[in-house]
C-alpha cells in the first residue's frame, strides 16, 4: 500500500525540486528511476494538496499534466515519445539536482564568511540642482534619459495654413495643358512638366495627369525623357477598323 503524503506546497522550490525529493524518499538512483511509481506518487500529492486548498502554483499542475502524458506513452509498447520523455525529465532532475548540490556548498561558504560593511559616507556639498533650465528642455532631456521617443510640440494654426489655403488643381486640367504644349512643340521632356517653383498639388496633379495619358495611349515616353504624341489615336478610335 502505498504510504500517504503529507508534506506541503510550499516546502519546495519548483516541480523539479519536489520530484527530487520523491526520487530521494524512495532512494531511487537518479540514472534509473521508477517513473511508474514516481509519477504516481507526485500526481497523487497534488490531487490532494488541489482538495485541500485551490491555490495552487500553475507550475506543479503544468509538471502533474506532462507528468500524466507520459505515463500514457510509458504504457504504449515500444514508444519512442515515451523513451524521448524520459530521458528529457531524467536529464532535468540531474541537471537540477547538480546545481541544488552547488548553490548549498556556495551558501555554506558564505555563511562562513564574515562581511563588515561601514556607514555611509557623507555627501559632500549641497544635493540640491540650482542651475535655471528651461522646462520644456529637462523634458526633452528625461525621454532622452528614459530611451524614448522626444515629445512633439504641440503643431500650432500657422502650420496647417500651406495645407487648407493651398489651390486644387484637377487632373483633366493638367491633361489639357499637356496636350497643347505637345501640340504646339512647346513640350518635348518630362522635365519640362515638374518645377520647384509650382505647388506640391500642381506636381501631384501634373504626375497624375501624365500616368493617365500614358495609360490611354496618348504620350509615349522615350528612354532619354522624351514625350511623343500619338496624333492617331484620335483618328484610330473615330475609324475603327472592323474585320470580318
Not at 122 to 146: C, I, N, S
Not at 222 to 237: E, F, M, S
Amino acid at each position: 500500500m502505498q504510504e500517504a503524503l503529507t508534506f506541503k506546497i510550499e516546502d519546495f522550490e519548483g516541480p523539479l525540486d519536489m520530484l527530487l525529493y520523491l526520487v530521494g524518499k524512495n532512494k531511487m538512483n537518479l540514472y534509473d528511476i521508477n517513473l511508474m511509481t514516481l509519477i504516481d506518487q507526485y500526481t497523487e500529492a497534488i490531487r490532494t494538496l488541489q482538495q485541500d486548498r485551490m491555490e495552487i502554483a500553475s507550475e506543479f499542475i503544468d509538471m502533474a499534466a506532462h507528468l500524466v502524458q507520459m505515463k500514457s506513452a510509458l504504457l504504449l509498447p515500444r514508444s519512442p515519445e515515451a523513451e524521448r520523455m524520459k530521458a528529457e525529465l531524467t536529464g532535468r532532475l540531474i541537471e537540477y539536482s547538480a546545481c541544488k548540490e552547488v548553490a548549498a556548498q556556495l551558501g555554506g561558504r558564505a555563511r562562513d564568511i564574515t562581511t563588515f560593511v561601514r556607514e555611509p559616507m557623507p555627501l559632500v556639498g549641497a544635493a540640491e540642482y540650482t542651475r535655471p533650465h528651461d522646462p520644456y528642455k529637462l523634458v526633452q532631456a528625461w525621454f532622452g534619459l528614459m530611451g524614448r521617443s522626444t515629445r512633439k510640440r504641440k503643431p500650432t494654426q500657422e502650420r496647417f495654413e500651406p495645407l487648407v489655403t493651398a489651390p486644387f488643381v484637377s487632373v483633366a486640367s493638367r491633361v489639357s495643358h499637356m496636350l497643347r504644349g505637345l501640340l504646339k512643340g512647346s513640350l518635348h521632356k518630362v522635365g519640362q512638366l515638374f518645377s520647384p517653383e509650382d505647388s506640391r498639388s500642381t506636381n501631384v496633379a501634373t504626375f497624375l495627369a501624365l500616368l493617365e495619358l500614358i495609360r490611354a495611349g496618348r504620350v509615349q515616353v522615350a528612354d532619354d525623357g522624351g514625350l511623343n504624341l500619338d496624333r492617331t489615336h484620335r483618328r484610330r478610335k473615330e475609324n475603327p477598323t472592323h474585320e470580318g
